[in-house]
């Protein structure tokens, strides 16, 4: 309607229901309120509505919303060209796609051909919720899906960030991955949590860091990584990185050291996580030296591992002059509650300053186990014999002065 006033047709746009077939109103209605309302289903309360997760734009959170549940419940057995139809329509207003599930195992070359503006990509293949019809193929990624990722890849100038939860990515299929991630020219982040990749498959990503120029965000949480010696080495001259998330590996006590002393000559990484993995006293001391010597990395998350209170008194005397560890996270492992207050007390203390706040150091927390144990009464003493036996003397004469009684 290039010839109708703004107002009238915003007032054409206010009255209209929001039951204009899709495909008309994505390439026809820019008006964000009406795909406010059209969030709104009949008979349903008004909701927030997350938006802000999509650009700020209700339209491309309805849009994008719309076309995942699409992809989520289609068939293997169904007609792609509905679906094709859809994809013309929502060309320019798709820019994230959180796929939960993917059943129809379907060519995601599709996707990439015509949403051209795809700049964030998370899929996990297979179904959920199955019940009683479970089927070990049901779940996870196919050799035919990694082929099609992989000329995905080799062709994508606009995906910044892939991530591939839960897909049962082995060494086979991530071999097929890296082909074409390595000569991918877009991505900065890669997620591939959840997984089954091994020491084999950290191998291989490693190769990827050290050739990657661009990469930022890594996240290999939840791998079953033994040993991550390769990933160690591909970042003492890596320039790129800033997040690195090795969470939940079973990571041994000496593998963690020699990171620290790989981490020693790096200077772009900012946030590293090791929770939930076996770190212990040698790595205990190799970070010491680490948080001494790099002055980069800033935020540490090592809680749930096997660390003692003399490993946290070490860091602890190993952080209190320095300024850049603003987050630092010990909880869950085997340190006092008074120890962990001062650690954490030490990285507040960097992170409001670094905004320009003063400083309050808050009160330490109360160990309730040891106040309960201070106020609880002492037992009392028990009574020798001879006392009772005293007591119990009045009782008897009085009995025998009721039996002798006239009355009896």
């Not at 000496?254 to 212990?280: D, H, M, P, W, Y």
């Not at 954490?344 to 040891?370: E, H, M, T």
């Amino acid at each position: 309607m290039p010839c109708v006033p703004k107002e009238v047709k915003d007032e054409i746009i206010r009255m209209t229901k929001p039951t204009v077939p899709i495909e008309i109103a994505a390439r026809n209605i820019d008006d964000e309120d009406y795909w406010k309302r059209a969030f709104i289903k009949p008979g349903e309360k008004e909701r927030e509505i997350p938006h802000y997760d999509h650009g700020g734009s209700y339209k491309q959170a309805f849009l994008e919303t719309y076309l995942e549940e699409k992809l989520e419940k289609l068939r293997m057995d169904e007609n792609p060209a509905q679906l094709i139809s859809m994809l013309k329509s929502f060309s320019d207003c798709i820019f994230t796609l959180r796929i939960s599930q993917l059943p129809s195992h379907l060519n995601i070359a599709v996707l990439f051909r015509y949403l051209r503006n795809l700049t964030s990509l998370t899929i996990t293949y297979g179904s959920k919720h199955l019940g009683t019809k479970y089927e070990r193929v049901a779940f996870g990624i196919t050799i035919n899906d990694a082929n099609s990722i992989e000329d995905c890849l080799r062709l994508t100038k606009s995906l910044l960030y892939l991530s591939m939860p839960g897909n049962m990515i082995d060494r086979e299929i991530l071999q097929r991955l890296m082909r074409g991630l390595i000569v991918n020219t877009s991505i900065t982040q890669l997620d591939l949590s959840h997984n089954l990749l091994g020491d084999v498959g950290a191998k291989r990503i490693a190769k990827f860091v050290d050739h990657s120029k661009i990469l930022t965000h890594l996240n290999l949480c939840d791998n079953n990584i033994h040993r991550c010696n390769a990933i160690s080495r591909s970042l003492k001259n890596n320039k790129t990185l800033v997040y690195l998330n090795l969470k939940h590996n079973r990571i041994d006590d000496t593998t963690g050291a020699k990171l620290c002393i790989c981490l020693q000559k790096n200077t772009k990484l900012k946030e590293l996580v090791l929770a939930a993995n076996s770190l212990r006293t040698k790595f205990c001391e190799k970070l010491c030296e680490l948080v001494k010597v790099n002055q980069v990395l800033c935020s540490l998350d090592l809680s749930c591992n096997f660390m003692q209170d003399s490993d946290g008194t070490v860091l602890l005397e190993a952080i209190k002059d320095v300024t850049h560890i603003v987050v630092l996270d010990m909880r869950y492992n085997k340190i006092k509650m008074d120890l962990l207050a001062d650690l954490q007390a030490v990285a507040n203390k960097n992170y409001v300053k670094a905004f320009g706040i003063p400083y309050v150091a808050p009160d330490k927390p109360v160990d309730l186990n040891a106040k309960r144990k201070e106020e609880a009464p002492e037992p009392s003493a028990k009574k020798e014999p001879s006392q009772v036996e005293e007591k119990k003397a009045p009782a008897k004469q009085l009995e025998k002065q009721s039996n002798t009684h006239p009355f009896y």
